[in-house]
C-alpha cells in the first residue's frame, strides 16, 4: 500500500513538472515569435566595432585606454555615420550629422571619457555611469569636485556612448577592467593623504561595490575613501534570467530579434533606446559577484574596513530593487559612517493614496525598525500634506527623528521620482523638465509630455511619461560637498 501511494505521488509528481516545462517552453516561445514582430534591425543593431576594449586586452594605463577609445570612434564614423541618410527622417537620429539628436555639440562629444584638472590638487574621484548611459549622466558632479580641488576621471565603459550592437557583445568582466583602470589613472596623480573617492551610478553603482570590494583583499588597489552611490543595481528583476535564455536563442537566425528586449528608433544622444538582452544578462551576473562579495566578506569579517558610503536612492524605482540595497549591504556594513538617503514619492493631495502598498511597507520597516549601524534620511513631504519637502534623519545608532527643512518643493503632478532622474537637474539641456534659455542645441526630452492613444506610437509611452531629472538635485550636491568638506 504504502509503495502504490509512493508511486502515485512520483507519478503526480512528474506529471506536474512535465506540464510546468511544457508551459515554460510554451512562454518563452510565445516571447521568441512575438519578438519577429518588432522593428527591423537597423546598422547600429548589427555593426561590430572591433576595437573596442576587452578585458584580455594588453592595455593598463589610461593613455591606452584613451587611444583604444579613439579607434572606436573612427570605426563609429567609418561604419554608421557616413552612410546614414541625412534625409528629414533622420532629423531626430544620433547617427546622422546635422541631425539635432548627434552627440557632438560644440566640440565636445559627452559620450567619451572625460576628464578635468584642477588648479589646486586635493583628492580624485572615479566616476561610473550606468548601463545603457554615457559620461554624460554624471557631467553634472564633474564641475562640483573639481571646483573643490578634485582631478575627475569620468570613465565611458565598453559597449556604451556608440551604438547598442557593443552593449549586445560586452561582458561585465569589460567593464570591471576599465573600472581597474581608471582607479589606478586617478591613484597615480594623488599623494598618499589625498583622498581618492568613486562616485557610481546605477550599474556603475555595482562596478563602484565590485571594486572596493576587491581593494579590501587586494594591497595593489587603493582603498576608496568614500563612495557615492546612486540608484546603485544590487537586485534585478527576473527579467534578467530571461534575458539569458533569449540571448541564445536569439543566436538562430528565425529568433534574431529575441535577442532584443526593445528596439527602438535612436533619437537620444546619450543613451541607447535600443537594450539588447545581453544587457540584463550581464547585470545579473554582476550583481551575483557583489552580492556574493559582500556576504563572504562579511561573514569572514572583511567588512570591517569598508569605507563610508552615501547612497541616493527613490522609493519606487523600476530598475533595481530598492529593499536589496538595504538587505543586501547596508544590513552588512559596519559603524562607519554610512547614510541611505531615499527620495519619497510625492505625497500631496490624492497622490499618497495610489502608492503601491509594497513600497510603504518597505518605508515602514525601514523607518521603525530598531537602531541600526548606518544613518537613514527620508525626504518625503511635510505633514500638513503640502508638496514642500523635508529631510527626515535617524543617525547611526539612534530611534530619534531629526527634521530640516530645505526649500525643495515637488512639481506639479509628478508623483515620484525614477531611476533614469536622480542624476540630472531640473534644467538639465536634455533630460530636464524645466525651459532652457537661449537655442537648444539638443531636444529637451525631458520636457517631451506626450498624450493620446496607446499604441499609435513605435515606441512605448513610458519613454515619455517617466521622469528624466530631479527637482532634489541640488540636495544631492550638497550632502556630497558635506562629505567631501
Do not use: C
Amino acid at each position: 500500500m504504502l509503495k502504490r501511494s509512493a508511486r502515485l505521488v512520483f507519478r503526480i509528481l512528474l506529471f506536474l513538472g512535465q506540464a510546468a516545462l511544457i508551459v515554460f517552453v510554451t512562454l518563452v516561445l510565445a516571447g521568441a515569435f512575438a519578438a519577429r514582430q518588432r522593428a527591423d534591425l537597423e546598422p547600429w543593431h548589427t555593426k561590430e566595432l572591433l576595437s573596442e576594449f576587452r578585458a584580455g586586452d594588453e592595455i593598463h594605463t589610461l593613455e591606452e585606454y584613451l587611444q583604444t577609445e579613439d579607434r572606436v570612434f573612427q570605426e563609429l564614423e567609418s561604419k554608421i555615420v557616413t552612410n546614414v541618410s541625412m534625409g528629414e527622417a533622420e532629423e531626430l537620429n544620433r547617427f546622422a550629422r546635422s541631425s539635432r539628436s548627434f552627440p557632438v555639440k560644440q566640440g565636445v562629444n559627452w559620450n567619451r571619457t572625460q576628464f578635468l584638472s584642477p588648479d589646486v590638487l586635493r583628492g580624485g574621484v572615479l566616476m561610473l555611469h550606468g548601463m545603457t548611459d554615457s559620461p554624460y549622466s554624471l557631467r553634472h558632479f564633474e564641475e562640483l569636485f573639481r571646483q573643490r580641488g578634485y582631478y575627475v576621471l569620468n570613465l565611458r565603459m565598453p559597449g556604451h556612448g556608440t551604438i547598442p550592437a557593443e552593449l549586445a557583445r560586452v561582458d561585465w568582466r569589460d567593464w570591471s577592467a576599465a573600472v581597474r583602470i581608471g582607479a589606478a589613472d586617478v591613484q597615480s596623480r594623488l599623494d598618499p593623504q589625498q583622498p581618492f573617492y568613486i562616485l557610481g551610478y546605477s550599474n556603475g553603482g555595482s562596478l563602484a561595490l565590485e571594486y572596493t570590494l576587491d581593494s579590501l583583499n587586494d594591497t595593489a588597489l587603493r582603498i576608496p575613501d568614500h563612495l557615492f552611490l546612486i540608484s546603485p543595481m544590487l537586485g534585478v528583476s527576473g527579467l534578467a534570467r530571461f534575458g539569458r535564455i533569449y540571448y541564445w536563442l536569439g543566436k538562430l537566425e528565425f529568433f534574431h530579434k529575441s535577442r532584443w528586449l526593445d528596439i527602438y528608433p535612436e533619437f537620444d544622444p546619450h543613451k541607447y533606446n535600443s537594450f539588447p538582452m545581453n544587457g540584463p544578462r550581464q547585470s545579473l551576473a554582476l550583481t551575483s559577484r557583489v552580492n556574493k562579495q559582500i556576504r563572504s566578506l562579511a561573514n569572514s569579517g572583511g567588512l570591517s574596513i569598508m569605507p563610508p558610503v552615501l547612497t541616493f536612492q527613490s522609493l519606487v524605482d523600476a530598475t533595481v530593487i530598492t529593499n536589496d540595497i538595504m538587505t543586501r549591504l547596508y544590513e552588512r556594513l559596519p559603524a562607519n559612517g554610512s547614510e541611505l538617503v531615499l527620495f519619497d514619492v510625492n505625497r500631496a493631495g490624492v497622490l499618497e493614496f495610489f502608492v503601491g502598498p509594497q513600497h510603504d511597507a518597505f518605508l515602514k520597516r525601514l523607518v521603525e525598525q530598531a537602531p541600526r549601524d548606518y544613518a537613514v534620511t527620508l525626504i518625503t513631504n511635510e505633514e500638513n500634506g503640502s508638496g514642500i519637502v523635508g529631510a527626515k534623519s535617524r543617525r547611526a545608532h539612534s530611534s530619534a527623528i531629526e527634521y530640516q527643512e530645505l526649500g525643495y518643493k515637488w512639481p506639479e503632478n509628478l508623483y515620484s521620482l525614477s531611476h533614469v532622474a536622480l542624476p540630472f537637474p531640473p534644467d538639465d539641456q536634455i533630460y530636464g523638465y524645466a525651459p532652457v534659455p537661449g537655442p537648444a542645441d539638443f531636444p529637451q526630452l525631458g520636457r517631451a509630455q506626450m498624450v493620446g492613444e496607446s499604441g499609435a506610437m513605435i515606441f512605448p509611452s513610458s519613454l515619455f511619461t517617466r521622469v528624466r531629472s530631479n527637482p532634489f538635485h541640488g540636495y544631492m550636491e550638497h550632502r556630497m560637498i558635506e562629505s567631501i568638506e
